[in-house]
């Protein structure tokens, strides 16, 4: 089973992290590969552009394929959206000169707007009351209104930089994204795609938890308990060689909470309080 993963660019050291954290380690590295075998036999990894990997999987080249949501969007297959990666997050937006005349979708009638996502673009305009030219480019989408080819243009931004950089204003916006896992329809509920997309989301899931374990005097519980709900309740053991009045309590606790929790709990009585990281969490 082949998974298509980014070949370079700002999502292609995420994604490969993703995969050696799940477990698919990289068969000597990915660099300047076109594919490359994991250590699990039956799964092999394809490097490929990150617009190409949606044909990729609808055409059977591969059978999973970690991508951007708006590259999918934009080629318009029919894939099976398995789970939110939760990285390369960024949005498609609107956005015309500040000192221009197009202050929303209505002022386009007749307009032109230029985008790396004609598909995307046409897919907005179509349920909006203006169906403005749409040109194609290549790169460079935030100079086309400065040398007028278009009124406007719709265009990738994560933090408004480069739009604010060239005086451009957002409109509206397009389309949120965000790095995602597909399958071919043919193969999403097949057990080998499963078992990874079940590998990638424990990863995403531990993901800024912690595992605390400590040592708790048993008639002190119901106390620990209002601090640390946990899950679904903490995990309570008896200690080995004991005498019965402790027992072992485990529970995972968002990190942003660690801090305050500790205090909690010493003075609910916790002793021998130990903080660990959580590789995988399959919930």
């Known amino acids: 089973m082949r998974i298509a993963v980014p070949n370079k660019g700002r999502l292609h050291d995420p994604a490969v992290e993703l995969l050696e954290r799940a477990g698919l380690h990289i068969e000597g590295g990915a660099d300047r590969k076109l594919y490359a075998d994991t250590v699990d036999p039956d799964v092999s990894v394809l490097f490929a552009r990150a617009a190409d990997i949606p044909e990729y999987v609808a055409d059977g080249a591969a059978a999973l394929g970690i991508t951007g949501l708006d590259q999918v969007k934009e080629s318009r297959v029919d894939l099976v959206d398995l789970l939110d990666l939760e990285f390369g997050r960024c949005r498609l937006v609107l956005a015309s000169p500040e000192d221009g005349d197009i202050d929303g979708v209505n002022a386009l009638v007749n307009g032109t707007v230029a985008t790396e996502f004609p598909n995307v673009a046409a897919d907005y305009f179509a349920d909006k009351p203006v169906s403005p030219e749409i040109v194609e480019v290549s790169g460079a989408t935030e100079l086309t209104p400065h040398v007028e080819i278009a009124d406007a243009i719709i265009d990738i931004t994560s ?125």
């Open 159 to 283: 933090t408004g930089t480069t739009l604010r950089m060239n005086r451009l204003a957002v409109i509206d916006e397009v389309l949120q994204s965000s790095v995602h896992l597909f399958a071919a329809p043919a193969v999403a509920d097949d057990p080998k795609v499963q078992q990874v997309a079940t590998a990638l989301e424990s990863v995403l899931a531990a993901d800024g938890r912690r595992y605390l374990m400590m040592n708790v005097p048993r008639a002190n519980l119901d106390d620990i308990e209002d601090v640390i709900p946990g899950m679904s309740g903490p995990t309570v053991m008896d200690i080995d060689n004991g005498d019965g009045e402790k027992v072992a309590v485990h529970v995972v606790v968002e990190e942003r909470e660690v801090f305050e929790t500790i205090t909690k709990l010493k003075a609910a009585g916790a002793s021998d309080i130990l903080v660990t990281e959580i590789e995988r969490l399959v919930e």
